[in-house]
C-alpha cells in the first residue's frame, strides 16, 4: 500500500491525477507494456504503445539520467491498466474543519490518493524515460529480460541513489484500449520536435553546439559586424538576398567534421581545457579562412559597409554553407596529412568557385538546376574529396585519388571521365 499526496483534475471526458512519486518506488510500481502477460497476444488494434527502443535508451537516456547532475524529466503518464475501483481518493476538505470558502473549493480536489498494491500501472507516455530510470537505478538487473545484449550493455553500473529522485507522474483511469491508445497517439502527434537551430541554442552538454555558439559571440570570429549578424541562427539555409554568411547549423557540422579525430562527444562536455583547446581548433579554421579566402574578404568588405551581398553570393557557391562544410572536410584531411590549413587556403583562391564551372554539376550544383546546392553529408563529404584532390593531389594516397575519379566518374555519368589538373 501507498499514499500519495496529489491533486485530482480533469480535461474532456478524462479524469486524472498529479502525484509526486520517488523514482525507486515508480519503477517498482509501474511497468511498461510490452512486460505485460498478455502483450504478446494482443493484436496491432488492442496494443496501446510502440516497443521500446532499447539502444537508444542504454546509450542516450541512462548517461544523461548518471552524468548530468541537472538531469530532468517532463511528466510521465501512467495508466492504471486495471485495480482503479480499488485505488482510494480522499480530498483535504474532508480532513479539515471549516475554512474559508477561497480554500475550500482547491481543496477538494487536492489531497491523498491511496494504491492498495493489486492495481496494475502501464506507463502510457514516457515509458523510455521510466525504463531509463530502471536501468540506471538497477544496472543490468533493470533491463527488460529477453533483451538481446549489445557492448554498451557491459558498461552499465547500478546507481541505487537516483532512487531518491522525485518525479511528476499523471495517472489516468484505463477506460478501453481504444481511448489509451488515441491519448498515446495525440500527445505525441502533437508534440513539435524542437528544431535543429533550437537545440543547438539552447544544449550546454554538446560540445560542438558549445563551440559554435561561442564562434558568433562577441569576440568570436563570426560575431556580429555592427548590427549585422554574419549567421543566421534562426534557419538552416541563407535566401540568395540574406546578409550572412552561414548558418549556425552549418557552424555545427563544422566543428563536428574538424573534431571528428578528436572524439568530442554530442552528450558531454570535455573539461575546460580540453574544451578551450577544441574551440580554439575551430576558431583558427575560421580566422584564417576569413583572413585568406578572397570571397569572404569580399564579403566582409560589403558587410562592414552595409553593402548587399546577393550579388556576390548569386557568382560564388563559396558563400554557401553546403561548400564551407565541405571545406572542413578539406580541412580535416589536410590535419592528417600535416599540411598547413593557411598553405591550403592559398590554393583555393586559385579554383573556379562560380556556378558555371562544370566541375561542381552533380557534386555541389544540381546540373540540370538554376543554382541550387547538393546537401547531404555523404554528398558534403564527396565534395571535399574532390577540392581536396584540387589543393593537395601530390599529398593524396593512390586510393584516395581513385575514390575522387570515381566522384567524378559518377557525378558526369561516364566512365572515361577525367580528373582535372591539381593546383599547384
Same mark, same amino acid.
Given at each position: 500500500?501507498?499514499?500519495?499526496?496529489?491533486?485530482?483534475?480533469?480535461?474532456?471526458?478524462?479524469?486524472?491525477?498529479?502525484?509526486?512519486?520517488?523514482?525507486?518506488?515508480?519503477?517498482?510500481?509501474?511497468?511498461?507494456?510490452?512486460?505485460?502477460?498478455?502483450?504478446?497476444? %494482443?493484436?496491432? &488494434?488492442?496494443?496501446?504503445?510502440?516497443?521500446?527502443?532499447?539502444?537508444?535508451?542504454? &546509450? +542516450?537516456?541512462?548517461? #544523461?539520467?548518471?552524468?548530468?547532475?541537472?538531469?530532468?524529466?517532463?511528466?510521465?503518464?501512467?495508466?492504471? #491498466?486495471?485495480?482503479?475501483?480499488?485505488?482510494?481518493?480522499?480530498?483535504?476538505?474532508?480532513?479539515?474543519?471549516?475554512?474559508?470558502?477561497?480554500?475550500?473549493?482547491? %481543496?477538494?480536489?487536492?489531497?491523498?490518493?491511496?494504491?492498495?498494491?493489486? +492495481?496494475?500501472?502501464?506507463?502510457?507516455?514516457?515509458?523510455?524515460?521510466?525504463?531509463?530510470?530502471?536501468?540506471?537505478?538497477?544496472?543490468?538487473?533493470?533491463?527488460?529480460?529477453?533483451?538481446?545484449?549489445?557492448?554498451?550493455?557491459?558498461?552499465?553500473?547500478?546507481?541505487? +541513489?537516483?532512487?531518491?529522485?522525485?518525479?511528476?507522474?499523471?495517472?489516468?483511469?484505463?477506460?478501453?484500449?481504444?481511448?489509451?491508445?488515441?491519448?498515446?497517439?495525440?500527445?505525441?502527434? #502533437?508534440?513539435?520536435?524542437?528544431?535543429?537551430?533550437?537545440?543547438?541554442?539552447?544544449?550546454?552538454?554538446?560540445?560542438?553546439?558549445?563551440?559554435?555558439?561561442?564562434?558568433?559571440?562577441?569576440?568570436?570570429?563570426?560575431?556580429?559586424?555592427?548590427?549585422?549578424?554574419?549567421?543566421?541562427?534562426?534557419?538552416?539555409?541563407?535566401?540568395?538576398?540574406?546578409?550572412?554568411?552561414?548558418?549556425?547549423?552549418?557552424?555545427?557540422?563544422?566543428?563536428?567534421?574538424?573534431?571528428?579525430? +578528436?572524439?568530442?562527444?554530442?552528450?558531454?562536455?570535455?573539461?575546460?581545457?580540453?574544451?578551450?583547446?577544441?574551440?580554439?581548433?575551430?576558431?583558427?579554421?575560421?580566422?584564417?579562412?576569413?583572413?585568406?579566402?578572397?570571397?569572404?574578404?569580399? #564579403?566582409?568588405?560589403?558587410?562592414?559597409?552595409?553593402?548587399?551581398?546577393?550579388?556576390?553570393?548569386?557568382?560564388?557557391?563559396?558563400?554557401?554553407?553546403?561548400?564551407? %562544410?565541405?571545406?572542413?572536410?578539406?580541412?580535416?584531411?589536410?590535419?592528417?596529412?600535416?599540411?598547413?590549413?593557411?598553405?591550403?587556403?592559398?590554393?583555393?583562391?586559385?579554383?573556379?568557385?562560380?556556378?558555371?564551372?562544370?566541375?561542381?554539376?552533380?557534386?555541389?550544383?544540381?546540373?540540370?538546376?538554376?543554382?541550387?546546392?547538393?546537401?547531404?553529408?555523404?554528398?558534403?563529404?564527396?565534395?571535399?574529396?574532390?577540392?581536396?584532390?584540387?589543393?593537395?593531389?601530390?599529398?593524396?594516397?593512390?586510393?584516395?585519388?581513385?575514390?575522387?575519379?570515381?566522384?567524378?566518374?559518377?557525378?558526369?555519368?561516364?566512365?572515361?571521365?577525367?580528373?582535372?589538373?591539381?593546383?599547384?
Amino acid at each position: 500500500m501507498a499514499t500519495l499526496g496529489c491533486f485530482r483534475a480533469r480535461m474532456g471526458e478524462t479524469e486524472y491525477y498529479v502525484v509526486k512519486i520517488a523514482a525507486g518506488e515508480l519503477v517498482e510500481k509501474v511497468g511498461i507494456a510490452k512486460e505485460m502477460p498478455e502483450w504478446p497476444d %494482443m493484436t496491432a &488494434e488492442e496494443k496501446m504503445q510502440r516497443e521500446c527502443d532499447i539502444r537508444r535508451i542504454v &546509450e +542516450e537516456i541512462v548517461p #544523461y539520467v548518471v552524468d548530468d547532475p541537472d538531469h530532468f524529466f517532463s511528466s510521465l503518464i501512467v495508466d492504471i #491498466y486495471s485495480g482503479f475501483e480499488e485505488i482510494k481518493f480522499e480530498p483535504l476538505s474532508d480532513a479539515v474543519g471549516k475554512i474559508p470558502e477561497a480554500y475550500a473549493m482547491p %481543496m477538494a480536489d487536492m489531497g491523498f490518493l491511496t494504491l492498495p498494491g493489486k +492495481e496494475r500501472l502501464i506507463a502510457l507516455d514516457g515509458q523510455h524515460r521510466l525504463l531509463s530510470l530502471r536501468i540506471a537505478i538497477r544496472g543490468m538487473m533493470g533491463i527488460p529480460a529477453g533483451t538481446k545484449t549489445f557492448p554498451a550493455m557491459n558498461k552499465l553500473v547500478p546507481h541505487p +541513489e537516483l532512487a531518491k529522485d522525485e518525479l511528476c507522474v499523471i495517472l489516468v483511469k484505463h477506460t478501453d484500449n481504444a481511448k489509451i491508445r488515441k491519448i498515446f497517439n495525440k500527445i505525441n502527434k #502533437y508534440a513539435k520536435q524542437t528544431s535543429r537551430s533550437d537545440n543547438i541554442i539552447t544544449s550546454d552538454d554538446d560540445t560542438f553546439a558549445v563551440i559554435a555558439r561561442r564562434l558568433i559571440a562577441d569576440g568570436g570570429p563570426l560575431a556580429p559586424i555592427g548590427k549585422i549578424e554574419l549567421v543566421n541562427w534562426k534557419s538552416n539555409t541563407l535566401s540568395q538576398r540574406s546578409k550572412n554568411l552561414t548558418t549556425l547549423s552549418a557552424l555545427y557540422t563544422i566543428s563536428e567534421t574538424l573534431l571528428k579525430d +578528436e572524439r568530442y562527444s554530442s552528450k558531454v562536455l570535455p573539461v575546460k581545457e580540453e574544451l578551450e583547446a577544441a574551440y580554439q581548433k575551430v576558431a583558427n579554421f575560421w580566422v584564417v579562412s576569413l583572413a585568406k579566402i578572397q570571397a569572404f574578404q569580399e #564579403y566582409l568588405d560589403l558587410t562592414r559597409n552595409d553593402f548587399p551581398v546577393s550579388k556576390l553570393r548569386e557568382k560564388n557557391i563559396l558563400l554557401k554553407p553546403v561548400t564551407q %562544410m565541405a571545406l572542413a572536410h578539406v580541412a580535416l584531411k589536410a590535419q592528417r596529412k600535416g599540411v598547413m590549413w593557411e598553405t591550403i587556403v592559398e590554393r583555393l583562391n586559385k579554383i573556379d568557385w562560380s556556378y558555371t564551372n562544370d566541375l561542381w554539376f552533380n557534386i555541389l550544383v544540381i546540373g540540370s538546376s538554376n543554382k541550387k546546392m547538393i546537401t547531404g553529408k555523404d554528398s558534403i563529404r564527396c565534395a571535399g574529396a574532390v577540392i581536396a584532390y584540387l589543393v593537395m593531389g601530390s599529398e593524396l594516397t593512390r586510393a584516395e585519388v581513385d575514390e575522387v575519379r570515381h566522384i567524378i566518374r559518377n557525378a558526369r555519368n561516364d566512365d572515361n571521365a577525367k580528373l582535372p589538373p591539381a593546383i599547384v
